[in-house]
Every structure is written in structure tokens, then in C-alpha cells.
């Protein structure tokens, strides 16, 4: 399958994900008591007070893209896109 081709259906999946769900699996706290139990949450599970929220990143190699390659090399010296994720404490 040509990088193209693969580039597409990535696009096209993550796409179906979010639409199908992104209502399900992300939320993010709107009132104040729903903020405090999150953050009861994290000082219980990792004694990280004050925090509602946390954000995590990788990254996932590609091949060498044709365009702004520059734009992607990172400074371990190979092409990769960064993804991130936000989380909440749900334990």
C-alpha cells in the first residue's frame, strides 16, 4: 500500500472514531463539584493535587513525507507525527 493510501484511511478512521465516540469518551468537567471529585481522584490515585486534567504525547514514525519534510523530523533524527491524548482520573 503506497503512503498515500495509508495516510487516507488513518485520516478516514480517525475521523469515524471521533464521530462515533467522541461524545462517549471525552468529556470534560463543566461544573464546579465535578471538577472537585476529578481532582479528589488524582490526589487519591497519584497524590497530584489541584489537577483535573492530564495530557500525554508520542510519537509514531512515519515514512519520509515528499512535502516540508523538515516539518517533520524530530530530534531523535527520524519522521514522526506527535500525538497526544488529554485523560481524566476515572478510577
Known sequence: MSQQSISRAI???TNAI???FSEQLVHFPKTA???HVIKQRFMEARC???VIG???CTHVE???PTLEEHNYLNRKGYHSKNIQIVCRCIS
Open 11 to 13: 485520516h478516514e478512521i
Open 18 to 20: 471521533i464521530s462515533i
Open 33 to 35: 463539584s465535578e471538577r
Open 48 to 50: 497530584f493535587p489541584g
Open 54 to 56: 492530564a495530557i500525554d
Open 62 to 64: 512515519i515514512l519520509r
